[in-house]
């Protein structure tokens, strides 16, 4: 295909040339099959798929600091969780956000903190190795506040240095300047329990050698701690809410402030349980979990307690044991089934798998058995019925519009075993509330709608980078995919019309779109096109064209593409890194949406996962592509390698056929 057909001018020669396809078309069926066979292979006997989900140290660190809390320091399960964290320990000492990754002061003082509840001495060597990297990295008073908080829990820091995070936000109403409505999903779940925890000040004694004096560089002020705590912050946040956190204490001081204080223990109490039903632990994620069973702890709930026991065996659901070495443990942040479920469905069904194909059906049945029937948080600003998915097995109080899309997606294509209308009732269910989740600004967001107050970023406890949830280029995409598939929806709908203002308006100068869940501006310009693509909007714009030649400046020398997790922090990295598969495939798709099936580009990219794929039927990936909270913690997808390869040569596949 020429320069000239496809619209983008006199460019570089790779686009002006006819090369002939990146292997024989038999190769490709090939690669294709093999990819579907391996990820059938790992389908559940339910129909579902869910591999182990991972993340960072500070996921087997919180669990050993909340058995320590509990009165269970040293037991069998502690140890085998800081074996996992001595393995995870850089070989000059702390411990990184990513593999790759530089140490981090947050990750590595926790683990440190871990470590020492766990009986490692401070004259270890590599206790003593990591301690002078955490110094050098500023110490404890450069981690963030959740960071403080568990260590204040033992006395290990003073309650009177860390921010407050007052129970009584639970009493203000619905209004325009704040509610805990404002604050993101997540969030809410962390902190309201922390709320708890924070009016009550427990300290738990630990033992001399337990403690982490090593790690303080300095003894500042609490001023100047919640100070940096909201560093980056304009000067006039800074002094307002260095003012409004000693108004907060002076408060706790005052005569008759207990009354108010214990009632509104009580109103955070009752909302944490009440989102316990319906759920597999408080939010279903690690942190929110594990501060629920300590505010609990707190509140009187002893540990044979019916709630307790029930949400401790959560927490146990998420230990991922090592069959090879049953004294290693590892944790989850949570589990992903229904999202893992639908990637794999999204790409078989690209793929060429049949509609009425058994194994499809038996995962289309177990979908729609996690659509929500009842309202959540969302409710607040979204007036419909329920009818979006969770990303776990259970989590009836936060669907997300992330995988609502993927299931309107998917589940038109795929029969599942469900009475005649069942299916179709349900799709209108879901279509109903996603549409509901738009936000003003056209776009869609994770969890929440219109929850994108940006203040709420420099209030002093929130430096952990994640205290909203704003639209994102790349959900609001997937949103406009999904979308294509029901009729009445192109690009002059008015809601697309919106999402695609939105997404013009989004767009960095240099024409990538930044990735908010996945790494990262290749993960955002795919999606970007893709939605643009499907729902018909032009693809002869200015703003695909510079997105396209910012994907065509970014290949790697072997043919593939890759981003590096240090993008979020360093932008001048953005494109820039090792050679992934999901991310080679991101970028293929988003070229092939670009018309560029033909280009030199798309070519070289598709012989790369050819010759990359292994004769198993999958790929192998190293890095980390998937993002939690950018600058702050990122996830590993085991099954991205496979999804997006087999996805980018099902579209690689249908382009050349359409063409």
């Not at 592509?625 to 980018?648: D, I, K, S």
Request: glycine fraction near 8%; charged fraction near 20%.
């Amino acid at each position: 295909m020429t320069g000239a057909a496809t619209g983008l001018g006199d460019w570089a020669a790779e686009l002006r040339d006819e090369p002939s396809e990146a292997g024989p078309r038999g190769a490709i069926d090939k690669a294709i099959e093999s990819a579907r066979a391996w990820l059938f292979s790992r389908q559940s006997p339910e129909g579902f798929w869910c591999e182990v989900f991972g993340g960072d140290a500070t996921l087997e660190a919180y669990f050993i600091i909340l058995e320590a809390f509990l009165g269970r320091r040293g037991r069998e399960k502690s140890l085998a969780l800081a074996r996992g964290i001595r393995l995870q320990m850089l070989p000059d000492g702390g411990w990184a956000q990513y593999p790759g990754g530089p140490a981090e002061v947050t990750v590595s003082c926790l683990s440190y903190f871990a470590l020492k509840l766990a009986g490692d001495r401070a004259d270890a060597p590599h206790m003593q190795k990591s301690r002078d990297v955490i110094l050098q990295l500023g110490g404890i008073e450069k981690t963030n506040t959740y960071t403080k908080y568990h260590l204040a829990l033992f006395g290990l820091y003073s309650w009177k240095r860390v921010p407050a995070i007052p129970p009584e936000i639970m009493f203000l109403p619905d209004n325009p300047v704040f509610t805990i409505y404002d604050m993101s999903s997540w969030s809410r779940t962390i902190f309201l329990p922390l709320a708890i925890l924070y009016a009550i000040k427990p300290v738990r004694p630990l033992p001399p050698e337990c403690g982490v004096s090593e790690l303080f560089s300095g003894a500042p002020d609490p001023a100047f701690e919640i100070a940096a705590a909201v560093r980056g912050a304009p000067r006039h946040w800074k002094r307002f809410f260095l003012a409004v956190d000693r108004v907060l204490k002076l408060y706790e001081r005052l005569p008759g402030s207990g009354i108010l204080r214990r009632k509104a223990v009580d109103r955070a109490a009752a909302w944490m349980i009440e989102r316990f039903e319906d759920s597999d632990g408080l939010s279903a994620i690690l942190p929110a979990m594990s501060n629920s069973v300590m505010a609990l702890d707190v509140l009187g709930y002893g540990e044979d307690h019916p709630i307790v026991r029930r949400e401790m065996s959560y927490l146990d659901d998420l230990t991922v044991k090592n069959d090879a070495d049953p004294g290693l443990l590892r944790m989850q942040p949570c589990v992903s089934p229904v999202w893992d479920t639908l990637l794999s469905c999204n790409a078989l069904v690209q793929s060429g798998v049949r509609k009425d194909d058994p194994r499809l059906a038996r995962a289309a049945t177990w979908l729609l058995s996690k659509q929500c029937t009842k309202p959540g948080d969302w409710s607040r600003r979204n007036p419909v019925s329920p009818g979006g998915w969770f990303f776990e097995h259970r989590n009836e109080w936060y669907p997300d519009n992330d995988d609502t899309c993927m299931a309107l997606m998917v589940l038109p294509h795929i029969r599942a075993n469900v009475p005649p209308g069942e299916q179709q009732t349900a799709l209108r269910r879901g279509l109903d509330w996603m549409l509901g989740m738009q936000n003003r600004d056209g776009g869609w967001a994770a969890f929440d709608r219109d929850n994108h107050k940006g203040w709420l970023m420099h209030v002093p406890f929130a430096d952990f980078n994640a205290m909203i949830d704003p639209s994102t280029a790349d959900i609001t995409s997937r949103v406009l995919e999904s979308l294509s598939h029901y009729s009445g929806f192109d690009a002059a709908h008015p809601v697309v019309k919106r999402a695609i203002a939105f997404l013009e308006r989004d767009q960095c100068p240099d024409g990538s779109w930044y990735g908010r869940w996945g790494v990262n501006y290749l993960y955002g310009t795919w999606q970007v096109l893709r939605g643009l693509r499907v729902i018909g909007a032009d693809m002869h714009t200015p703003s695909v064209k510079r997105a396209v030649r910012w994907l065509l400046d970014h290949q790697n020398a072997d043919g593939g593409w890759g981003e590096s997790i240090a993008s979020y922090d360093y932008p001048e990295r953005k494109g820039i890194g090792e050679t992934t598969p999901s991310q080679t495939a991101w970028a293929l798709m988003g070229l092939i949406a670009a018309h560029q099936e033909r280009s030199t580009a798309v070519q070289r990219g598709i012989r790369h996962l050819l010759e990359a794929q292994e004769s198993a039927g999958s790929w192998r990936e190293d890095p980390w592509t998937g993002t939690g909270f950018p600058r702050v913690y990122y996830m590993h997808y085991p099954l991205y390698r496979q999804h997006f390869p087999l996805l980018a040569l099902a579209q690689y596949r249908s382009a050349l056929d359409a063409s």
